[in-house]
């Protein structure tokens, strides 16, 4: 079962709320899907710098692997904060702890509510199950 | 539902870039209503160098001296577009193409493609874990550099094993781009790569590129419909080109910073 604090996007990013702001990474499933596995083929993120302002929806960063380039997508609209400054040199931190560690970056969001089309750990894994 | 065969358009490097930007802008319904799936196969004139995604001038010493330079959406190394057959797919990604980890998708492909290869006596095999004598380090380019998913078979002349296909996707907001290189005979700027033939033939090159669109169809499952681009996508195109030739640009990656 994947962690319940936190609400998950359709494009496999999760958002999980840590005080008057909120942490945005990817979840397990899109690290695996980018790189079956094999940590060393993540090979490059891109991430905002601090003070951008992004929209839910719209495409906040980058990632790279061997063989893929993919969007990293903002699940609510917000400033960013800061990216966390780990990932860059240390793209290993996404495949062994995407929850924690692996935070990508932290927003001020417009609103309070998480709500919207996010789905909850259990909605994740049931979308998961019938639509992968 | 029918599979979206596009025909052409041949162009710049930095018009086939942009053009396969709209591409998959255009797939599942974001600009164009109704495209579905989508193959194409193109040329280039003049030949044309596209740098990864991710890749800078510096890291592609050759590409400082080119003019044709554009940036690809997909990442990877640079690729010479000349004496290629080249081409992209376009496709939802929970199309079952597409649907699961991105190494089962390219197993899939380049099934398809070694299965096209074997009918004109190429033996194209996933690389594994063995060791290619194309591997060159400090060029920067596609076919100098090689993962356990490429396509690869004995190059002409000395029999060593070495890279002939690559390819590279871009997924954004539920929709796959994925772009191939065929290396079809000899390119002075990609020395030691693996070719299907010594020299050029246009006449079996044409056999080919029809054989492997036909596969990549079926692959999709559909039948093909033949079509010219959507006026709305080389629109798109001609307004993004002149983004991915940008010579500042090209200078260093494209970052949200």
């Known amino acids: 079962m994947r962690p319940d604090d936190r609400k998950y996007t359709r494009s496999h990013e999760w958002i999980k709320a840590d005080g008057d702001t909120v942490l945005i990474g990817i979840t397990d499933f899109a690290v695996n899907e980018l790189c079956s596995g094999n940590e060393g083929d993540l090979v490059y993120c891109d991430l905002p710098e601090a003070g951008r302002l992004v929209e839910a929806g719209e495409t906040f960063g980058e990632i790279e692997s061997v063989k893929a380039v993919a969007d990293l997508n903002a699940p609510v ?50 979308w998961l199950a019938e639509s992968h | 539902m029918a599979v979206r065969r596009l025909m052409g358009p041949t162009g710049t490097v930095a018009f086939q870039m942009a053009f396969d930007g709209a591409l998959l802008d255009a797939v599942a319904g974001r600009d164009v209503a109704g495209v579905g799936a989508t193959v194409r196969t ?19 010493p050759r590409a400082r001296e080119m003019n044709a330079v554009a940036r690809r959406l997909t990442g990877g190394g640079a690729i010479h577009h000349h004496r290629e057959l080249t081409f992209a797919i376009a496709a939802s990604a929970d199309h079952p193409l597409y649907r699961g980890d991105v190494a089962g998708s390219y197993r899939r492909v380049h099934a398809a493609i070694a299965d096209v290869l074997r009918d004109v006596g190429i033996r194209a095999e996933l690389r594994a874990d063995r060791a290619l004598a194309s591997d060159t380090a400090g060029t920067g380019l596609c076919f100098h550099a090689s993962s356990s998913l490429d396509l690869v078979w004995p190059r002409r002349g000395d029999g060593a094993l070495a890279k002939g296909v690559g390819s590279a996707q871009r997924r954004r907001t539920g929709r796959v781009l994925h772009h191939g ?35 990549l169809g079926e692959l999709l499952g559909g039948g093909l419909e033949p079509c010219e681009p959507h006026p709305s ?25």
């Open chain 2, 233 to 257: 996508e080389v629109e798109r195109a001609l307004e993004t080109q002149a983004w991915h030739a940008d010579r500042h640009a090209l200078q260093r990656r494209p970052s949200r910073r």
């Open chain 2, 42 to 60: 193109y040329g280039f004139t003049p030949p044309g160098l596209s740098l990864g995604w991710f890749q800078r001038l510096v890291d592609v």
């Open chain 2, 181 to 215: 290189s065929i290396k079809l005979s000899p390119d002075p700027e990609e020395p030691g790569v693996a070719t299907v033939w010594p020299l050029p033939d246009p006449a079996r090159e044409r056999e080919l590129e029809e054989a492997l669109v036909t596969a």
């Open chain 1, 77 to 126: 609209s917000g400033t960013v904060v800061e990216a966390n400054p780990a990932i860059e040199d240390h793209l290993e931190i996404l495949s062994r702890d995407p929850w924690n560690e692996g935070w990508m970056i932290r927003l001020a969001p417009k609103t309070k509510s998480l709500d919207g089309e996010l789905m909850s750990a259990a909605q994740y894994e049931a």
